[in-house]
């Protein structure tokens, strides 16, 4: 069996802490067992367009605590990358730049679109692996993501530093926080911060029902409010419209049918932008509050990684150096309970994880009298 003598590094994706933790744990653990590593500038994007650098213990070291990726990252998809107004599949040329640089395997740390991108790689002949980072928490297969921690503790703080405002001023504070179509970081951080309303994409609100909950507070004495919610999350008129459409898209049979229904899904998705600041309008009027909105935006992707993930990131990276050397690919390396386990890429890709309906965090926050706009 031909042994593994040389691995390439890439990050894609949106960037969060803990990535240089990881890179630093593939790394010196590659490095330990005679494999030379090298890093794929920004993403795929390096892949195609050839650009490396190296990878020794002294560019390594320093980097644990460092947020960001120090190899850079972008959302380029190999197999559709637009060139000149033209979507090229660009995975040859990846192929053949792997093989012009000598790697033996890649290793690609990222949430589920990467995933995504290196199982189409693999299905190309590519010996890739991944391991899965993301402040959403929403890649499958895995107990847990890195990056989540952090940002969970990024976001509960200021939920925490939003309640001084709030209780002081009388007011509701709505907190949009980010998850794209997945509730943890929301649900998680709404918990911990102690937010009156929490809303997220898996439970379509109601804002009547959100209005009357932050109504009996007030009659209980109680004129503030802290109301979480992910940007993803859906009133029930936006919900029913998207699933319509998304409906329209798989019962679509031409091309102009399918153009059109992705057309009308985009539109959607477009109008929804400004949902949070709709929502605030709105229970300012049907509850007489005054009501101010906070965006957290990137502040949750940045910055040092919490112990959490780094021992995360180091613990999966390494395993992932192991594999690499038994010629394990196509998989990804996924956290379970204290161990790092491969899961086969096809039973990852495309399957993004929700927060399930009955999942005991929504049972706890709805015994502590939460209200989750349903
Ligand atoms: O996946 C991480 C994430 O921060 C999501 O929470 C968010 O929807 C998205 O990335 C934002 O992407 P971009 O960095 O491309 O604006």
Not at 327 to 332: A, E, N
Request: hydrophobic content about 40%; charged content about 25%.
């Amino acid at each position: 069996m031909k042994q593994i003598r040389r691995i390439g590094i890439l990050t894609a994706g949106g960037d969060c802490p803990g990535l240089n933790a990881a890179i630093r744990g593939v790394g010196k653990a590659v490095l330990g067992r005679h494999i030379e590593a090298v890093g794929i500038r920004d993403g795929f994007l390096g892949l195609i367009e050839n650009h490396t650098i190296p990878l020794d213990k002294q560019s390594l070291a320093g980097i644990l605590t460092v947020g960001g990726t120090i190899l850079g990252t972008s959302r380029v998809k190999p197999h559709r990358m637009e060139i000149n107004g033209r979507v090229r599949d660009m995975r040859d040329v990846c192929l053949a730049n792997c093989k012009k640089n000598g790697l033996d395997a890649v290793v690609c740390i990222g949430g589920d679109g990467t995933q995504k991108n290196a199982f189409r790689l693999f299905e190309k002949g590519l010996a890739v692996i991944t391991l899965p980072k993301t402040i959403d928490n929403d890649v499958a297969m895995t107990d847990a993501t890195f990056g989540f921690d952090t940002a969970l503790g990024i976001a509960t703080e200021a939920i925490d530093r939003l309640h001084s405002t709030a209780h002081s001023h009388h007011r509701i504070i709505v907190v949009e926080l980010m998850g794209h179509r997945a509730g943890w970081l929301t649900l998680s951080a709404g918990i911990a911060g102690g937010a009156d309303v929490i809303l997220i994409p898996e439970i379509p609100y109601s804002v009547k029902q959100i209005a009357k909950a932050i109504r009996r507070r007030s009659e209980r004495g109680t004129n503030f409010s802290i109301v979480a919610i992910a940007e993803g999350a859906l009133s029930r008129d936006y919900a029913a419209r998207f699933r319509e459409a998304k409906a329209r898209r798989s019962r679509a049979r031409t091309q102009s049918a399918i153009d059109r229904a992705s057309g009308e899904l985009a539109n959607l998705d477009q109008q929804h932008a400004g949902n949070t600041l709709r929502l605030a309008q709105r229970l300012e009027k049907l509850t007489g509050l005054e009501c101010r909105v906070t965006i957290l935006g990137y502040v949750q992707r940045g910055g040092t990684p919490s112990a959490v993930d780094r021992l995360l990131a180091t613990r999966l990276g390494t395993a992932c150096a192991e594999l690499i050397q038994e010629r394990v690919f196509g998989v990804m390396v996924a956290a379970r309970a204290d161990e790092a386990y491969p899961v086969p890429l096809d039973q990852v890709a495309g399957k993004r994880k929700g927060v399930p309906i009955d999942h005991p965090w929504i049972a706890a926050a709805r015994a502590v009298g939460t209200c989750l706009g349903d």
